[in-house]
């Protein structure tokens, strides 16, 4: 497997910050004409991030600052560490969740292949399950 070059963007789309106290350049080019316009102002970072696509999370630093946050005031190495760690949060929780409800649907199955007799039992066991239907949810109810 080849390396990356250097200077090449990061999963997140990020440019990596150069080494030492060199600053970063601004972009030859920007496909994001406010990212442009803010790499013109002299925010390079605030216009790294909205180039990357990161504009939600650009206008919330936005927020307590009261304007773009400075090149000095943005630490795009810690952001870039956040929120890959967000996005790894995420993923597991969404993994997590699809096995939950997996198992959760292997029950209910599972539960509807018993005799008739038995439903009624187990549904008073589990009072509180709860079955996915076409997107909604609705109450399981066992008529006897």
Known sequence: ARAAPKDAPSALGL????????????RAHYD????QN???QGYVKFAELLEAGHVCA???LTHGLSGPPSDAELDLDRYATVAG???AARVTTEIVAAGFVSAVSSMEVR???????????I??????SWQTRQGSIRRVSCVA
């Open 15 to 26: 440019r990596p910050t150069p080494a030492g106290d060199q600053e970063l350049e601004p």
């Open 32 to 35: 994001n004409l406010v990212a």
């Open 38 to 40: 803010y790499a013109d």
């Open 58 to 60: 650009a206008c919330h």
């Open 85 to 87: 760690l967000a996005r």
């Open 111 to 121: 539960i509807a292949d018993l005799p008739p007799i038995f439903r009624p039992l």
């Open 123 to 128: 549904v008073r066991v589990f009072h509180a």
